[in-house]
C-alpha cells in the first residue's frame, strides 16, 4: 500500500529556513501528483505547493510563492518542501499528499488527494 513519511520540521526564528521531505513507498507509474499542505491551529488545511513526478512541474499558492521550493527526487521516492525566509504565520503542521488522478490543472483541494501523511510541526517565533 501506499505509505507516506514527513520529517524535517521543527523550530525556528523568522526569517529562517526548513527543510521538509516526504519519503513515499507503494507509488507505481509516474502519472501523479505530490503536493504539500498545511494546517494551522484553528484554521483549515491549505494547499502549499504541488509538483508532478513526471517532468516535474511545480504550482504555488500565493502566500508561499518566491519563498518556498517543492522537488522531487525520483530515485528515492522524495518530495521535498525547501522553506526560506519562514514567517510566523507559516506555523502550521504539514502534510505530504499524494494525488493518483490528476489532471491537467495540478489540484489544490485536498479531498481530491488519495493518500496523506501523518504530517509535520513547523513551529516559526518572531
Known amino acids: 500500500q501506499v505509505q507516506l513519511v514527513e520529517s524535517g520540521g521543527g523550530l525556528v526564528q523568522a526569517g529562517g529556513s526548513l527543510r521538509l521531505s516526504c519519503a513515499a513507498s507503494?507509488?507505481?507509474?509516474?502519472?501523479?501528483?505530490m503536493a504539500w499542505f498545511r494546517q494551522a491551529p484553528g484554521k483549515e488545511r491549505e494547499f502549499v505547493a504541488a509538483?508532478?513526478?513526471?517532468?516535474?512541474?511545480?504550482y504555488y499558492a500565493d502566500s508561499v510563492k518566491g519563498r518556498f521550493t517543492i522537488s522531487r527526487d525520483n530515485a528515492k521516492n522524495t518530495v521535498y518542501l525547501q522553506m526560506n525566509s519562514l514567517k510566523p504565520e507559516d506555523t502550521a503542521v504539514y502534510y505530504c499528499?499524494?494525488?493518483?488522478?490528476?489532471?491537467?490543472?495540478?489540484?489544490?483541494?485536498?479531498?481530491?488527494?488519495?493518500?496523506w501523511g501523518q504530517g509535520t510541526q513547523v513551529t516559526v517565533s518572531s
Open positions: 499528499a499524494a494525488d493518483l488522478n490528476p489532471t491537467i490543472l495540478m489540484h489544490t483541494s485536498g479531498p481530491l488527494y488519495d493518500y
Open positions: 509538483i508532478r513526478w513526471s517532468g516535474g512541474s511545480t
Open positions: 507503494g507509488l507505481t507509474g509516474s502519472r501523479f501528483v
